[in-house]
C-alpha cells in the first residue's frame, strides 16, 4: 500500500505541495532542500556566533547552480524567472537567514548588471558570476539614510572615467564580494534624474569596509564601505551618466522586495518547524504528554502557519504575475503596488511567527539556538529599505490616489 494511503487510513490529512510550491518548481525547490539541509545549516549557527561570512554555504549554492537564476540561459544563467527566484530565496531561507539575505543581494545586483550592462560588459562580468563571484549592492548612505534613492555621493568625470567618493551605511557582503554595483550622482550628467551606478571592484583601492555587529543576520557582513577617490574606468559604468533610476525601480526593487519577502516568509516557516518539532519530542514526565498535546498549543501552532502561507501565497503570486508582465514586455516600475505589499506583510508575519515559534518553545525557545536566531534574523525585514513605514506610507497615497513619491 502507498505511504499517502497508510497516512490517510490513520486519518492524518497530508498538506499538498501545491499549496508550498508554484507548480513547476518542484525540482528545483526539491534540490534546494538539499543544499540547505545538507550544506547550510550546519554552518549557520557557526556563522551567526562568529559573524563568520557564510562564504562556504554561498559556495555550494552556486555548485548546484543557482549563482546566477535570473539570468538567460543563453547567457549561462538559470533563467528561473521571478519564481524560481522566490522558490529558492524562500528555501535557502529556512537553513540560513544570513547565506539566503546574502545570495539576494547578489542576485539582484547580478541582475541589474545583466539588464543594465552592455554586451561586452554582460561578457565580461557575467562568467565570473557563474563561477562563483559575489556581487553587492551599495546603494544606502547615512546622509539620506532609508531613502537610499536619493544619495548624496558623488562621481564627477575624471580622465576616461569617474573619482568617487561616498559613504555607505550598510552593504550586505561589504568586503566580501567581488564587485559592488555603487549608486552615486553624476554631477556632469545633462538629465534631470543624475543617480548613475558604477561598479568598483572588491580589490580597487581608496575601499574601506567597516565591521557589521548587528542583532541578527550576523553572518551577512552588512556593515559601513567608504570609497575614497576610487578611480572607475568608463567602461564599468553600468548604464547611463545619470538616469538610471529606472533601474532601481523596474529591476532592484522588484528583485530585492520580492527576494526579501521571500526569506522571511523562510524564515518564519524554518522557526515554526523548528518549534513543531520541540513540541512533539518535549514531554512531560508528570502527565506523559507532550507540548504538542496541548490545544493551546496547537492552536497557536495553526494560527502561525496560516499567516506563513498568506505571506507565501502572497510571494508565489506576486512573482507569477511579475513573470507574466516580463513576458508580455511590459515594466515592472508600473506594478510595484503588490511588491510593496508582499514585502510590508512578509516582514510583519515574521516578527508575529518567530514570537509565536519562541513562546511555544518555552524556555528552550530562549536558549541561544535556532528558534531564537530565527527571531533575531526576521527582526531586520521591517528596518530594512525600502522600509515598512515607507512602503505602507506608498501603499496608502496609492490607495487614496495621490502620486505615491514625493
Ligand atoms: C541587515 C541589513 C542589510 C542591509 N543591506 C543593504 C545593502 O546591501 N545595500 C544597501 O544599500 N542598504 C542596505 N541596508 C540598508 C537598508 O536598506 C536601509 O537603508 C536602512 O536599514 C535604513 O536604516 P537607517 O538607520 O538609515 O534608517 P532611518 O532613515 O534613520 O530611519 C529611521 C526610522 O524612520 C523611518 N522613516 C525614514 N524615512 C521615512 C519616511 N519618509 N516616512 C516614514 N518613515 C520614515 C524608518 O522607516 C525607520 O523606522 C541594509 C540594512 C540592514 C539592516
Known sequence: MPATDTVLEKGIMQIPKWWSCPSGYEEIQEKAHFVGKSELLHRSSI??????????????????????????????????????????????????????????????????????????QRN??????????????????????????????????????????????FVTSAGEADW????????????????????????????????????????????????????????????????MNYFNENTIDPLFLLGTAAVWTGVAQGALNTAIDGAKKKVHADTGKSVASYQVIR??????????DSSRSMVYRTAQGMDELVRNGHSLAEHLFP?????????????????????VSGGRGYLTGQVEKYLRDGRAGAVMGPTNEILREWIGRSLVEVPWFE
Not at 556581487?135 to 548624496?152: C, I, K, Q, Y
Request: glycine fraction near 10%.
Open 47 to 120: 556563522s551567526d556566533q562568529q559573524s563568520l561570512y557564510p562564504r562556504e554555504s554561498l559556495k555550494k549554492i552556486t555548485e548546484a547552480g543557482f549563482g546566477a537564476v535570473t539570468v538567460p540561459a543563453s547567457h549561462g544563467g538559470l533563467e528561473t524567472g521571478f519564481t524560481g527566484f522566490a522558490v529558492l530565496a524562500e528555501t535557502f531561507a529556512q537553513y540560513c537567514a544570513s547565506s539566503a539575505m546574502c545570495w539576494v543581494m547578489h542576485t539582484a545586483a547580478t541582475q541589474t548588471l545583466f539588464e543594465a550592462g552592455t554586451p561586452e
Open 339 to 359: 511588491i510593496w505589499q508582499v514585502k510590508t506583510h512578509a516582514a510583519d508575519m515574521v516578527i508575529q511567527v518567530t514570537n509565536q515559534a519562541l513562546q
Open 124 to 169: 565580461r562580468f557575467i562568467p565570473g558570476v557563474i563561477n562563483g563571484e559575489i556581487g553587492g549592492l551599495a546603494f544606502s548612505e547615512p546622509a539620506t539614510g532609508s531613502h537610499f534613492w536619493n544619495v548624496v555621493s558623488s562621481a564627477p568625470r575624471q580622465r576616461d572615467g569617474y573619482l568617487l567618493n561616498a559613504d555607505k551605511s
Open 299 to 308: 492552536h497557536e501552532l495553526a494560527k502561525a502557519q496560516i499567516l506563513i
Open 180 to 243: 559592488y554595483i555603487v549608486c552615486t550622482n553624476s554631477p556632469d550628467s545633462t538629465l534631470e534624474d543624475k543617480l548613475m551606478f558604477l561598479l568598483v571592484k572588491n580589490d580597487q583601492e581608496g575601499i574601506e569596509c567597516f565591521p557589521f555587529n548587528a542583532m541578527g543576520l550576523r553572518g551577512n557582513s552588512s556593515g559601513p564601505m567608504t570609497f575614497k577617490d576610487v578611480f572607475v574606468p568608463r567602461e564599468n559604468r553600468i548604464g547611463t551618466e545619470g538616469g
